[in-house]
Nanobody, 122 residues
Framework: QVQLVESGGGLVQTGGSLRLTCAVS????????MGWFRQAPGKEREFVAS???????YYADPVKGRFTISRDNTKNTVYLQMNNLNAEDTAVYYC????????????????WGQGTQVTVSS
């Protein structure tokens, strides 16, 4: 059974940085696309960033230039470095693995983590 565990969330001031980590266990291959999503209070979950096994990345417009997604295939881990955070980044951040249908932005992902809270205070 595949498990995804996020960590690294917390409270940070506007302009600060956080690094989220998603550790994947229970699978034998790391050749899957990985993604980060977030859900703010009262809003639908939205795509943040994705990274393919090859290292190809894709970002949502609101985070371009501020967030960086990366992965360590030897450790089955994906990261999200978040810089210059603002109040609009406050949300629960989720890690997802293995896109099975559609696009990384709006498609169906097979496995999800439980999420980690990121709160940006002004």
């Amino acid at each position: 059974q595949v498990q995804l565990v996020e960590s690294g969330g917390g409270l940070v001031q506007t302009g600060g940085s956080l690094r989220l980590t998603c550790a994947v266990s229970g699978r034998t291959s790391s050749r899957y696309v990985m993604g980060w999503f977030r859900q703010a209070p009262g809003k639908e979950r939205e795509f943040v960033a994705s990274i393919w096994f090859s290292g190809t990345t894709y970002y949502a417009d609101p985070v371009k230039g501020r967030f960086t997604i990366s992965r360590d295939n030897t450790k089955n881990t994906v990261y999200l470095q978040m810089n210059n955070l603002n109040a609009e980044d406050t949300a629960v951040y989720y890690c997802a693995e293995e896109l099975i249908l559609g696009t990384v932005v709006s498609g169906t992902w097979k496995n999800w983590g439980q999420g980690t809270q990121v709160t940006v205070s002004s």
